[in-house]
């Protein structure tokens, strides 16, 4: 009985949306890998796979009180800890440039990724104890600030700079939700304005003294990604192409699209592992304007339902925990799609649900897991 009860209360418009992101993702695999050397991975059945992986645990998760989550959240964190400080160890394996990932023979394991729902947990459970009441400096802002702060330099030295960054981004919404004083506000946006200044400052009068330096840590590629950004006049043509090509086949699309299976882009390997961190740019050149914005609505409508299940729970620790994921993938689809189209620099941020990856689609699957634990969940005490 109390799993049927379960069962009703799951918001089968988000499983919905989910199902869609699954059938469209494969289409655009199929398209993105079809002349390419990835043709024979069959990523797009393993997209498949993956999705039904990520049914089971989204399901899993969400069947289970979320509030146990926030008992064992600093187990979680780590646990998520030991996995980041192992990847420097032989035991981790080089994608890409950053040193990021496990091998588990069917599939790679990126902790970084797991990583970013522990700190939403950890971040939901530290303002458990506040009962809704103004962070306090000293008490949460900065103890806050140290949960995400360990982390963000791990992810860091591997170089992963998108997924660090991602750990901002939802320390920042979780402040806002936790209701964070207007004077911290203040405060904390005129440090970064400084920093901001400053870094523009270095990078316009040392900009050869910050290449050097990036090279000698091994994150030569920031100094190349940032220069294609803020500098496209002066940047290695080479190394800005990405952006050059994506922005091109994005605006090839035009109203309606190439027709799918028919972008020029794709189909002639201009557009670099277009199945995975720059997927988009098939969407936008065989589906056009039409089908982007129907991603994006299905994208509105999938947040829009998480922020009702938010306003609709009686425990604000399960509201924390959705504002955080909501944070997540509010930034991840501004980031991914404006680094394509030159308004964001490039990252290897990828596109919730539709680019390929075992990890992130497992993850993304477990935080809308987290979303429905608090649906079935919140209004009800931790023992059932």
């Known amino acids: 009985m109390l799993f049927i009860q379960k069962i009703k209360k799951t918001d089968w418009s988000i499983v919905a949306v989910l199902l869609v992101f699954m059938v469209f993702g494969t289409m655009v695999l199929i398209s993105a890998t079809m002349d390419t050397l990835y043709a024979d991975k069959g990523f797009p059945s393993k997209n498949i796979m993956f999705f039904c992986m990520g049914f089971v645990a989204m399901f899993f998760i969400a069947f289970i009180n979320y509030r146990y989550y926030l008992k064992y959240a600093y187990v979680l964190y780590g646990l998520g800890i030991v996995l980041l400080i192992g990847l420097f160890s032989p035991l981790g394996v080089e994608r890409g440039g950053a ?82 004083k207007l004077t911290h506000v203040l ?11 400053l870094f523009l400052f270095f990078y316009h009068n040392h900009h050869d003294e910050m290449k050097k330096m990036t090279e000698s840590i091994g994150a030569a590629h920031w100094m190349v990604r940032l220069d294609s950004f803020l500098d496209p006049a002066n940047a290695d043509k080479d190394k800005s192409r990405q952006v050059d090509q994506a922005k091109m086949a994005i605006g090839s699309g035009s109203l309606t699209g190439e027709g799918y299976k028919k972008g020029y882009a794709t189909h002639n390997n201009l557009i670099y592992v277009a199945y995975s961190d720059t997927i988009f740019v098939v969407v936008g050149e065989e589906f056009g304007f039409l089908g982007s914005a129907g991603l994006l609505m299905a994208y509105f ?19 924390y925990m959705i504002i955080g994921i909501v944070s997540l993938y509010v930034f991840q689809i501004f980031q991914n799609i404006g680094m394509l189209i030159d308004i964001m620099p490039l990252t290897g941020i990828t596109l919730p649900f539709i680019s390929y990856g075992g990890t992130s689609l497992l993850i993304n699957m477990m935080a809308i897991g987290l979303v429905m634990s608090v649906r079935i969940h919140g209004n009800k005490p931790l023992e059932e």
């Open 99 to 180: 040193k990021g990932w496990y091998d588990l023979k069917f599939t790679d394991f990126q902790p970084a990724e797991l990583m970013k729902i522990i700190v939403i947990i950890t971040l939901a459970a530290f303002l458990a104890k506040r009962n809704g009441e103004k962070l306090q400096m000293k008490k949460d802002v900065i103890p806050m600030g140290l949960i995400v702060f360990f982390p963000f330099l791990l992810i860091v030295a591997q170089p992963d700079m998108g997924n660090a960054i991602i750990l901002m981004v939802i320390l920042l919404g979780i402040y806002w939700i936790g209701n964070i």
């Open 187 to 197: 405060i904390g946006t005129a440090i970064v304005a400084g920093f901001a200044a």
């Open 301 to 319: 409508f999938l947040i829009y339902r998480m922020i009702i299940i938010a306003q609709e729970s009686e425990d604000r620790n399960g509201g």
